[in-house]
C-alpha cells in the first residue's frame, strides 16, 4: 500500500521536474503556485500520477517506455513527443529503442495509433537534428 508523506511527495515533485521538463520544448515547467483551480490540480496529478515513478520496482526507462506505449493507446501525440524528449534526454532511451517500441505496439494498439505516434516520434527526432 502506497502511503503520502512529504518526503514521497517531493520525490514525485523531483520526478516530475525531471522528465518534464526535459521533455518540454519549453524548458521549464513549473507546476501553478496558490489555490488556483490548475494549482490544486497540478498538486493531485503530482500525487497521484509521480508518485508511481517515483516507487521502486522499476527503473525510470522503463516507466519512461510504459508512458510512451500508454500515450500512443491513447492517441496523445502531444504526450508521445514529451516523453520521447525526456527518454532521449536523459538518456534512457535510444532513437533505435523508441521506434522499436512503437512498432511493437501497431499490431496490439491499431496501426492508426502507431503511425499517429511515429510522426510525433518523427517531430522529436527533426527537432534534435536527427
Given amino acids: 500500500m502506497m502511503t503520502d508523506t512529504d518526503d514521497d511527495y517531493e520525490r514525485a515533485r523531483a520526478i516530475r521536474k525531471l522528465v518534464l521538463e526535459s521533455g518540454s520544448r519549453a524548458g521549464s515547467v513549473s507546476p501553478p503556485e496558490g489555490g488556483t483551480p490548475m494549482a490544486v490540480f497540478a498538486n493531485a496529478a503530482t500525487r497521484g500520477v509521480w508518485s508511481y515513478w517515483a516507487r ?41 529503442e523508441i521506434i522499436e517500441l512503437v512498432l511493437q505496439s501497431a499490431p496490439y494498439l491499431g496501426y492508426p495509433a502507431a503511425r499517429l505516434a511515429m510522426g510525433a516520434v518523427d517531430r522529436v527526432f527533426a527537432e534534435s537534428g536527427a
Fill in 56 to 96: 521502486p520496482g522499476l527503473d525510470l526507462k522503463y516507466r519512461v517506455a510504459s508512458a510512451i506505449t500508454i500515450m500512443v493507446a491513447l492517441r496523445q501525440p502531444t504526450d508521445v513527443e514529451t516523453f520521447v524528449r525526456a527518454a532521449l534526454h536523459n538518456g534512457w532511451l535510444s532513437k533505435d
